[in-house]
């Protein structure tokens, strides 16, 4: 039985930067719907950036997204009882939503500092395509890259 499409919702901008990608990045760092604590440990991590960089923590943030972004990824496909990795486009709000997500993990799984400084450490790092979340990308593209013979299986 088909459902109904659910609407995408719209979100409103942060109030110190009136972005709507920060605003959605807060999100993304939200646990247990505390946004307060997730606004405090971007802007806290912000803060950090602006000290250590000189520079816009906004551009710099920006920059880190994009660097992260993927525009290819592999999906399985069931072609005739094999499975097939098969390359394909990524949206723009998957991507989006991927390097948000990759960013954050790799400032999660460092150790020993507090999340402020590990996610400015993290966002400084993907602004100069390094760092765990530039790589993750250069992976996903190695693998749909390895995986072109089967572009012809796309839906």
Same mark, same amino acid.
């Given at each position: 039985m088909a459902r109904k499409k659910a609407s995408k919702r719209v979100i409103l901008? /942060?109030?110190?930067?009136? &972005?709507?990608?920060v605003a959605k990045f807060i999100n993304q760092i939200m646990r247990r719907g505390k946004k307060t604590v997730a606004r405090k440990i971007l802007y &806290?991590?912000? /803060?950090i950036i602006k000290e250590k960089t000189k520079k816009d923590p906004?551009?710099? !943030?920006?920059?880190?997204? @994009?660097?992260?972004?993927?525009s290819l990824?592999?999906?399985?496909?069931?072609?005739?009882? $094999?499975?097939?990795?098969?390359?394909i486009q990524v949206p723009a709000t998957r991507g989006l939503t991927l390097a948000m997500r990759w960013i954050i993990n790799a400032a999660k799984v @460092? @150790?020993? @500092?507090?999340m402020k400084e590990k996610l400015a450490e993290e966002l400084i790092l993907a602004s100069r395509n390094e760092g765990a979340a530039v790589k993750k990308r250069y992976?996903?593209?190695?693998?749909?890259?390895?995986?072109?013979? !089967?572009?012809? !299986? $796309?839906?």
């Open positions: 901008p /942060d109030p110190v930067y009136n &972005s709507v990608t &806290s991590a912000f /803060d906004l551009e710099v !943030f920006e920059q880190a997204i @994009k660097n992260a972004t993927p990824e592999v999906r399985p496909r069931r072609v005739g009882g $094999a499975t097939y990795q098969v390359p @460092k @150790k020993g @500092k507090p992976d996903t593209h190695r693998m749909a890259e390895a995986n072109r013979a !089967f572009a012809h !299986f $796309a839906w």
